[in-house]
């Protein structure tokens, strides 16, 4: 399958710091990517809709304003995490979506560990 | 997209078939059924997904029923690398938006 990469894997920073994320898609173009923010039990919920060329789609209670997405090629979507506090400690991860005809498939990157201190 | 529901937990002796169960009473016609898993602190991998036939890939069978209101993913033979949270998710394809539940977490046993 596909390869989706993510850099980097996890980071650790101090409070009120940003941090930005990368996610790449290796070998095959992602008009549109997603990203999840998952908690420590939890399952992965869907933070944004990450589409090329175009502002991102956020989900309902996601602050945009704290939460940057850019996706600025067809092989690329960074999430920066604005003013970072230990609440936003988590695993992030991406998915990015390769359209075949009649037959989407979407691969996820690895995630990146986020330590706020 | 419809709403999925999963037993929260499995067991499976290593070399047996695990059966995880998925019921979707309220997917519609036009909605996939897709099964991923999530291995400790990775990524989630896709396995396999149909629509209303029966689908087979070299990692596992999808059985759907008729009326397409529940599925089973069949791994044949489990290893204990197949440990992990096995999550059932039903998607239109329209988006590409795959909202998580809570999974199955399958724990292979020697």
């Known amino acids: 399958g596909a390869v989706v990469s993510q850099h980097p894997s996890w980071v650790i920073c101090k409070s009120g710091t940003s941090v930005k994320i990368e996610c790449r898609s290796l070998?095959?173009?992602?008009?549109?990517m997603f990203w999840y923010r998952q908690f420590p039990k939890q399952s992965l919920m869907l933070m944004a809709t990450s589409n090329e060329g175009s502002k991102a789609t956020y989900e309902q209670g996601v602050e945009k304003d704290k939460f940057l997405i850019n996706h600025a090629s067809l092989t690329l979507s960074t999430l920066t995490v604005t003013s970072a506090h230990p609440e936003d400690s988590s695993f992030y991860i991406c998915?990015?979506?390769?359209?075949?005809?009649?037959?989407?498939?979407?691969?996820f990157g690895p995630g990146t560990r986020l330590t706020v201190l | 997209d419809a709403k999925t529901t999963q037993p929260t937990s499995m067991d499976c002796a290593e070399g047996r078939a695990a059966n995880l169960p998925c019921n979707h009473s309220?997917?519609?016609?036009?909605?996939?059924v897709y099964w991923y898993r999530q291995i400790h602190s990775q990524g989630p991998q896709y396995i396999i997904h149909g629509l209303k036939n029966n689908e087979t890939n070299e990692m596992a069978s999808l059985i759907i029923t008729e009326d397409r209101k529940s599925s089973t993913l069949i791994l044949p033979h489990a290893t204990l690398r197949d440990t992990a949270v096995y999550y059932c998710i039903v998607n239109s394809g329209n988006t590409g938006k795959l909202i998580f539940g809570q999974g199955t977490t399958l724990q292979v046993k020697p």
């Open positions: 309220t997917i519609s016609g036009n909605e996939y």
């Open positions: 070998d095959f173009q992602a008009t549109t």
């Open positions: 998915s990015a979506l390769e359209f075949r005809q009649g037959d989407d498939e979407q691969f």
